[in-house]
Nanobody, 115 residues
């Protein structure tokens, strides 16, 4: 079974930057189009950014020009570079297949942005 593992979250001040990473623990997982998602307290999980296997990307409007998704296929790793962070970006961030069907969700990584 696939196990996605997210890392790189933390506490940062408004305007700061973080870089998230996502890997999988099973080499049998086929890395096609992948995405980052987030879930803030009391809210539904939402799409943040997606990238195809060829490297084409799309961002949600709320993070456009601030977040950059990328991937290293050789390392089987997905990244999310987040800049100009805002308090409203505070959430648990997850990676998964994009746009679906999803595999088992990982634990996510907490990002907290202080004002």
């Amino acid at each position: 079974q696939v196990q996605l593992v997210e890392s790189g979250g933390g506490l940062v001040q408004s305007g700061g930057s973080l870089r998230l990473s996502c890997t999988d623990s099973r080499s049998t997982f086929r890395w096609g189009a992948m995405g980052w998602y987030r879930q803030a307290p009391g809210k539904q999980r939402e799409f943040v950014a997606g990238i195809t296997s060829g490297g084409s990307t799309v961002n949600a409007g709320s993070v456009k020009d601030r977040f950059t998704i990328s991937r290293d296929n050789a390392k089987r790793t997905l990244y999310l570079q987040m800049s100009s962070l805002k308090p409203e970006d505070t959430a648990v961030y997850y990676c998964n297949v994009w746009p679906g069907p999803y595999v088992t969700w990982g634990q996510g990584t907490q990002v907290t942005v202080s004002s």
